[in-house]
């Protein structure tokens, strides 16, 4: 009977404490109890543009199997708030020097898109070891030129390894005749691709039975092509203060060998941090062997780096504006 008597009064207090916490849940002390919403956000189907293209080749959106393939990746890519915000805060640092390179390459510009499905534009290592933006496997890229040592990876030096996708891509765009197929390859390779080909008689992309990953690849690729060319139809709503800029840069001669790359770092008047953050293919804290060749060291502006010596208010905008005027619209002449 006590039991009973005491699970009664338990249950009306968590009944007073759950009243309590709306009375009180918008923090005004008011004592007149919440309103709880009737409604909810509207969640709405994405839609996508007539004429759709990648690299200039049409996109079947006709094919039934295509337009829901398309349509769950604009489905991921606009209900996943966080990381397509942080894509089109990332791309307006490094997407212009991107587009300068593929275009000294000829390599059409959609494809700074599948630099961005495939790292989210950071240097992250894939578990079967693929390296930084362009993931890039360690094979790969010694073939393309790269060096890549215990003190070297140049798969992480940006300019770099975008030229050794260019390389790739354009490969595989002679031997398929399509920049969507040597997308595709970039996945699973140009022998993976080619061999499929082969057993379904087919040669367009979008006719392949492919395994899943590389089924959803391109439409990955169209799918954030589609939200980055009009953000604000998929309820992106991000202002130039919200994008990452560009850190003002000086490049000098690295010469070996360097016992101490910290030491070298304030030297030239920053810290050990700022360094590896703009020369990430310096894998180690020194640098004593290499290739015969000159190493270039990129210096950023040391008032971006530091707890005590950060940008002012007044330099930010300033910076902002010359953002627009990339050092890279030269490369492509």
């Known amino acids: 009977m006590k039991k009973a008597h005491l699970s009664v009064i338990m249950l009306a207090a968590v009944v007073v ?7 009180f ?7 007149s109890e919440k309103e709880l919403p009737t409604t909810h956000s509207p969640v709405l189907s994405p839609t996508y543009p007539k004429g759709l293209s990648f690299a200039g080749e049409v996109v079947p959106v006709g094919d039934v199997d295509v337009a829901e393939r398309l349509d769950r990746e604009l489905l991921v890519n606009t209900y996943w708030h966080s990381n397509t915000v942080l894509s089109l805060k990332r791309a307006n640092r490094y997407f212009p020097m991107m587009e300068a390179i593929l275009k000294k390459n ?31 496997m360690k ?13 070297i990876d140049e798969r992480y030096h940006l300019e770099r ?16 005749g399509s920049w969507t197929a040597a997308a595709a390859s970039y996945n699973m390779g140009m022998g993976g691709l080619q061999k499929q080909m082969n057993r379904q008689n087919a040669n367009d992309y979008y006719d392949l039975l492919l395994n899943a990953e590389t089924s959803r690849y391109v ?22 203060k919200d994008l990452y800029t560009k850190v003002p840069e000086s490049e ?34 020194y640098l004593k062997t290499g290739k015969q060749r000159s190493y270039r060291v990129k210096i950023p502006d040391a008032r971006f780096y530091g707890s005590n010596n950060g940008p002012s208010q007044k330099v930010l905008p300033n910076f902002i504006d010359d953002s627009n005027n990339s050092e890279y619209e030269d490369v492509g002449d």
């Open 252 to 285: 000098v001669d690295l010469s070996l060998p360097a016992e101490d790359l910290a030491e070298f770092a304030s030297a030239h008047g920053i810290s050990y941090k700022a360094l590896k953050i703009h020369n990430p293919w310096l894998r180690q804290s």
């Open 17 to 23: 404490i759950a009243r309590g916490l709306l009375l």
């Open 106 to 136: 000829g390599v059409p510009e959609d494809f700074k898109y599948l630099a961005l499905i495939e790292s989210g534009l950071t240097n992250v290592v894939s578990p079967a070891g693929a390296t930084g933006f362009w993931q890039i």
């Open 219 to 240: 439409f990955r690729i169209l799918a954030v092509k589609v939200i980055f060319e009009n953000p604000t139809a998929y309820g992106f709503f991000l202002d130039e």
């Open 139 to 151: 094979a790969t890229g010694i073939q393309y030129g790269l060096e890549i040592s215990s003190e």
């Open 25 to 31: 849940a918008d923090g005004t002390g008011i004592t």
């Open 161 to 176: 390894s975008t030229e050794v996708a260019c390389l790739y891509l354009k490969e595989a765009y002679t031997k398929f």
